[in-house]
C-alpha cells in the first residue's frame, strides 16, 4: 500500500486544498477581512451584485458581503480587526460591520462558525436568529441549526448570549442554548476537545501519494519488487515491467515509475496493463497539480482496470475533477467492498467531506472486514495523531506492526509518535531509517530530516530535506521544513526562496504562511509578519508554534495584551511544550519580573523532562537550563545560576560555556578583602575569557543582543549607548565616558560585532608633605575591546578579538616656598 504519508500527513492535513483559480474581484472600499483558506465550492455574493459567485483565495470581503459554504465546504477568513473565522460545512455569514471605533458585527444564518477574536478591541458581535453573542477576546464555536436553534460552546474567554427573554454569561468550558421565542441556557462541557471544534478537515492534496496503483499489499509489493530486482532486465517481461512501475510508485519515486513504464510500453500490452500504465501517470499528473490531465487519465483507465484498480480510478478521477475546477460538485465514487485500497479512499474522502472522525470510523469498519491488513490501523494511527488520541495512536500502530513490522506507514507513524510524544528521538531515528531503506524513494525523508533537526543533526536534516524535495519538487512541505531550518541558523535569503517555492504550490498552506512570518520576524519587518501569523493561524488555528509566533510578533511590537492571548492559547493547545514557558521566562526577564521568570523556567525544565527519552535526563535540557540560570541571576542567586549551568552543560553548546564563563571560578590568591566580598564566591575572572571565546566559536550570533527588547529571536539590529560623568574630588575636576556599540547583520551572512570604549581623565590631588610641598596625581585613560563574529558557511566560524589599552599617569609636585 502506499506508504509514505506520515510527517508530511501530520503537517497537511489541516489546510484546504488549492483548486483552480477563481478570479479575485478588486473592491471600492477598504477590505473588511480577505479569505485564507477554502475547500471546494464555497461562494461569495458581494455588495454590488444579486448573484452568488466562487470565491478565490485572498478575496477581499466588505462590510454587505454574504459568505456561503456548501456540504463540502469550508472557508477560512481574517478580518480587518483580527477576527479569525472558520466556516463549516453549510453556512450563511454576512459581514455585517467591522469596527475600528466600535463593535464589529456579523450575523450567522446557519451554519457553525469558529471564531477567535482579539483581546483588547472594541469587540464583536453574532446576530443568529434565535439570540446574539457579544464576545471580547475569546475563542467559541457556534452554530445554528434548520430550525433557528443557536448552540454556543465557549473555549476561552467569556460570551454574552442574550435575547430578549434573557441572558446568559458562558465562560470557558461552558455552553449554552438559544431557541427562537424563549430564553439562552447554558450547560457545562466536562472535557472539551478545541480541536474538534477548529471545523479541521482532510486536505485532498495528498491524496494521490497515498492511493495505490498496485492491487498487492504492502508485504506483497516488497516481495514482488525483490523478486524484479533480483532478474536480469532483458528476462524481465511485460508484466514485470509494468508491476515494477506500480511497485517503484511507492518504494522508488515518480522518476523510477516513469523509466519503468517507459520500458514496459516497449512491449505489446494487453489492454488491462495499458490501463495500469495510464492509472500510473494518472497519479503522477494529480500529485504533480496537472488536475485536468490526471482526471482524463483516470477516466481513460478505469473501464480497462479490475475492480480493484477501477475503484482508485474512479476515486482519482473524482479527486482531480474537484480540484481542477472550484465549482464543480459531484457525488463521490460507490464503494462496493472492492478491498483494502477502495476503503482507504473512502477513508480519505469521508475526511475531507466530513471530518477526521469520520475518516476513523471508515477505517476501523474496513480493518473489521480485512483484519489482516496492516495499512489500514497504519492510516488509522496517522489520523488519530492529527487528533492528539493517543490512546488510540498506539494501539493502531502496535496492531500494524504485529501485522507485519516493516510496513511503511507504521513505521512513519512510529515515528512521528516516538519523537513527538515518548521523546524518543533515536528509536524515532531508527524508524525512519528502516522506512528509508525499504523504500528509497518514499516521502519518509521529510520525516527523516524533522528526526534529524530535532537530534541537532543539521547537515544531516538538510541533505534528507533536500532529497525529500528532489523526490516531489511539488510537494510544499519540505520546502517549508526546509525553510525552518534555514531560519534557525539566520540563512534568510535561502529560507525565503524555499518559502517562496511552498506558497506558490499552495498560497494556504499554513506551515508556509508561519514561516514565512517567521522570516519576517527575523528580518525586522514585524507589521507583515504579524499578518501571515494570523493568516496562518486562521487556517490552522491548533497550530501552538503559530501562536506562539504570533505571540513574539506582538510582543516585538509592544502589544502586550495580544500576546498574552496567543501564548496563553498555545499553552491551552499544547500543555506540555516547553518552548511556550520558556518564552514566558524570557518575557519575564525583560519585564523584570523575577518571580515569575523563574517559575517560567521551572516548569520549561519540568516539561522537557516530562517528555521523557531522550530528553528525560537535566543533562539533555541544554536551553531550558540556561534559560533558569538566567532567571536565578536576575536576582542574583548565583549560586542556584551555577547549579543549572553544570548540570546542563554540553560541549557542543555555545550557551553552556558562556554559562561557565559566567559562573567564573574561585580566586586562589584573594588580595580583596573589602566589606561584603566572600573570597570563597566564584566569580568572572580572567580565566573565563578562554570559556567565553569557545562559546563564540560554537555560537557566533550570541555576541550580540538588543538591549531595548528580549531577544526572543534573532534580527538586524545596531545599538549604541553613550554615557558619561565628572569626578570632583577637593575641588578637582575630571571626567569619565564610555560608548558601547553592538549589532547584527543577516547579510551576506550571519555576522554580528561589539564594542566598547572608555576614557577617564582625573587630576586628583594625592597628598600634601610641609617638609617638601603638595604632589598631584594625573590619571588618564582608554581602554577598549571589541569583537567580531560570523558565520560565513553553516559549518564554518570566524571569530575576531581586539583589546586595547592606554595608561597615562603624570606624578608632578609643587614646593613648598618657606622651606
Known amino acids: 500500500m502506499r506508504g509514505p504519508v506520515s510527517f508530511s500527513l501530520l503537517l497537511t492535513a489541516l489546510v484546504g486544498i488549492q483548486p483552480a483559480a477563481a478570479d479575485v474581484v478588486p473592491r471600492n472600499q477598504p477590505a473588511a477581512g480577505s479569505v485564507i483558506a477554502r475547500k471546494s465550492g464555497e461562494e461569495v455574493r458581494f455588495l454590488e451584485f444579486a448573484s452568488w459567485q466562487v470565491v478565490d483565495l485572498r478575496q477581499d470581503v466588505v462590510p454587505g458581503d454574504y459568505l456561503r459554504t456548501n456540504a463540502t465546504g469550508s472557508l477560512a477568513v481574517l478580518f480587518a480587526d483580527r477576527t479569525q473565522m472558520r466556516l463549516g460545512r453549510n453556512t450563511t455569514l454576512l459581514v455585517k460591520k467591522i469596527g475600528a471605533a466600535s463593535d464589529t458585527e456579523f450575523k450567522l444564518e446557519s451554519g457553525t462558525i469558529w471564531a477567535r477574536a482579539e483581546r483588547g478591541g472594541e469587540g464583536l458581535t453574532i446576530d443568529t436568529p434565535a439570540a446574539a453573542a457579544a464576545i471580547r477576546g475569546t475563542d467559541w464555536t457556534m452554530t445554528v441549526d434548520g430550525n433557528g436553534r443557536t448552540s454556543l460552546i465557549v473555549l ?82 511485460a508484466e514485470d515491467w509494468v508491476t515494477l512501475a506500480e511497485v517503484n510508485l511507492d518504494f522508488e519515486g515518480r522518476e523510477a515509475a516513469r523509466d519503468a513504464a517507459r520500458q514496459a510500453r516497449q512491449f505489446p500490452l494487453t489492454r488491462e496493463q495499458g490501463a495500469r500504465l495510464d492509472l500510473i501517470d494518472a497519479l503522477i499528473a494529480g500529485a504533480e497539480q496537472r488536475y485536468a490531465e490526471a482526471a482524463h487519465l483516470f477516466e481513460r483507465a478505469a473501464p480497462r482496470l479490475d475492480p480493484s484498480r477501477r475503484v482508485m480510478a474512479r476515486y482519482g478521477g473524482y479527486y482531480a475533477r474537484s480540484l481542477a475546477d472550484p465549482s464543480h460538485i459531484e457525488a463521490p465514487p460507490v464503494n462496493a467492498d472492492a478491498g483494502v485500497a477502495a476503503a482507504i479512499a473512502e477513508a480519505l474522502t469521508a475526511g475531507f467531506l466530513v471530518d477526521l472522525k469520520a475518516a476513523i470510523a471508515v477505517l476501523e469498519r474496513a480493518e473489521r472486514r480485512y483484519p489482516g491488513d496492516p495499512t489500514l490501523p497504519a492510516l488509522r494511527a496517522q489520523i488519530a495523531f492529527l487528533l492528539d488520541d493517543r490512546e488510540q495512536v498506539e494501539a493502531a500502530i502496535d496492531r500494524a506492526l504485529s501485522l507485519d513490522p516493516d510496513n511503511m506507514i507504521a513505521l512513519q ?407
Open 156 to 237: 476561552e474567554g467569556t460570551v454574552e448570549l442574550a435575547n430578549e427573554f434573557g441572558s446568559v454569561s458562558v465562560a470557558e468550558g461552558e455552553a449554552a442554548a438559544a431557541t427562537i421565542g424563549s430564553a439562552p441556557t447554558k450547560v457545562v462541557i466536562v472535557d472539551s476537545d478545541d480541536r474538534e471544534q477548529m471545523l479541521f478537515y482532510y486536505s485532498l492534496r495528498d491524496a494521490f501519494t497515498v492511493l495505490p496503483a498496485s492491487a498487492l499489499s504492502s508485504l506483497d509489493m516488497r516481495k514482488a519488487r525483490a523478486r524484479i530486482k533480483a532478474m536480469e532486465q532483458s528476462s524481465r517481461s
Open 413 to 819: 507513524a512510529r515515528a512521528g509518535y516516538r519523537a513527538g510524544i515518548k521523546g524518543d528521538l533515536e528509536g524515532a531515528l531508527a524508524d525512519l531509517e528502516r522506512a528509508v531503506e525499504l523504500a528509497p524513494g518514499s516521502a519518509s525523508w521529510n520525516a527523516l530530516g524533522l528526526v534529524q533537526s530535532a537530534r541537532g543533526a543539521t547537515r544531516e536534516a538538510e541533505a534528507a530535506l533536500k532529497r525529500a524535495i528532489e523526490l516531489d519538487p511539488k510537494d510544499p512541505v519540505p520546502h517549508a521544513n526546509l525553510a525552518i531550518i534555514y531560519l534557525e541558523q539566520d540563512r534568510t535569503a535561502e529560507a525565503k526562496a524555499e518559502i517562496d517555492t511552498a506558497l506558490a504550490v499552495d498560497p494556504a498552506f499554513d506551515i508556509g504562511l508561519v514561516a514565512r512570518g517567521r522570516y519576517y520576524l527575523q528580518t525586522g519587518e514585524l507589521d507583515k509578519a504579524r499578518d501571515d501569523l494570523l493568516a496562518g493561524t486562521t487556517a490552522n488555528p491548533a497550530y501552538s508554534n503559530g501562536l506562539l509566533l504570533l505571540a513574539v510578533a506582538y510582543y516585538e511590537a509592544g502589544e502586550l495584551e495580544p500576546a498574552e492571548q496567543a501564548i496563553e492559547n498555545a499553552d491551552r493547545l499544547d500543555p506540555n511544550d516547553p518552548v511556550i514557558s520558556s518564552f514566558r521566562t524570557a518575557v519575564a526577564i525583560d519585564e523584570y519580573e523575577a518571580d515569575k521568570a523563574i517559575a517560567s523556567a521551572q516548569e520549561a525544565l519540568k516539561r522537557t523532562r516530562a517528555r521523557g527519552g531522550d530528553y528525560a535526563a537535566l543533562s539533555a535540557n541544554r536551553d531550558t537550563g540556561s534559560t533558569l540560570n538566567d532567571a536565578f541571576r536576575l536576582l542574583n542567586l548565583n549560586a542556584w545560576g551555577r547549579y543549572y549551568g553544570d548540570a546542563v552543560f554540553d560541549p557542543f553548546t555555545g550557551s553552556g560555556y558562556v554559562d561557565q564563563a559566567l559562573a567564573g571560578s574561585l580566586n586562589p590568591f584573594v588580595n580583596n578583602l573589602r566589606f561584603g566580598d566572600v573570597p570563597t564566591e566564584p566569580g568572572p575572572n580572567a580565566t573565563s575569557f578562554s570559556s567565553f571565546f569557545q562559546g563564540l566559536m560554537l555560537d557566533p550570533q550570541m555576541l550580540a543582543g538588543r538591549q531595548r527588547s528580549a531577544n526572543i529571536l534573532r534580527r538586524p539590529f545596531i545599538e549604541t549607548t553613550v554615557g558619561g560623568g565628572f569626578v570632583a574630588d577637593d575641588g578637582d575636576l575630571g571626567w569619565n565616558s564610555e560608548i558601547e556599540t553592538q549589532g547584527y547583520q543577516a547579510a551576506p551572512f550571519p555576522w554580528s560585532f561589539y564594542g566598547r570604549i572608555n576614557g577617564l581623565e582625573t587630576d586628583t590631588r594625592r597628598g600634601d608633605d610641609p617638609a617638601t610641598g603638595q604632589f598631584d596625581l594625573d590619571d588618564r585613560s582608554i581602554t577598549g575591546t571589541g569583537y567580531m563574529a560570523m558565520k560565513p558557511t553553516p559549518n564554518d566560524r570566524v571569530v575576531a578579538y581586539i583589546d586595547v589599552k592606554d595608561f597615562e599617569f603624570d606624578l608632578s609636585t609643587v614646593l613648598d616656598p618657606t622651606v
